[in-house]
């Protein structure tokens, strides 16, 4: 049997084993503050995703940084400006976390609730 994706999702975060491990830990932590009702999953061969009524982010990890990917970000409200990437396209939008970043808890857990508002709003 495979393992659940939130064991996966625990795997990948001890296997990194370095700030990128500690900064995946740090947002699925604060996701699951914003939204406990979070779904997590595992997705194209080693994506953690969370979901509440479709994909809220999805957590990739890199060598230099962790991108955190918003497939309906483009349509949310950021008012603290955490989107720093995904620009060039119509619909996604994305948080890269470099080392030594700081991710303010209270405004990316307010862009949580949003994007799984602008979900269940379907």
């Not at 939130?6 to 500690?22: F, M, P, V, Y």
């Not at 406990?36 to 060598?63: A, L, M, N």
Request: net charge negative.
């Amino acid at each position: 049997m495979a393992d659940s994706p939130s064991k996966l999702i625990d795997e990948r975060i001890a296997e990194l084993g370095d700030w990128r491990g500690e900064a995946l830990a740090n947002v699925r932590a604060l996701i699951k503050a914003a939204a406990p009702e979070v779904h997590e999953d595992w997705k194209w061969r080693g994506v953690p995703t969370w979901e509440q009524g479709g994909i809220i982010c999805t957590g990739e990890s890199y060598k230099q940084y962790i991108k955190l990917t918003f497939p309906k970000g483009a349509s949310l409200d950021d008012p603290d400006g955490l989107f720093n990437s995904g620009f060039g396209g119509n619909t996604r939008r994305a948080i890269d976390i470099h080392e030594g970043d700081e991710l303010d808890p209270e405004a990316f857990k307010e862009l949580i609730r949003n994007a799984i508002a602008r979900n269940e709003s379907k």
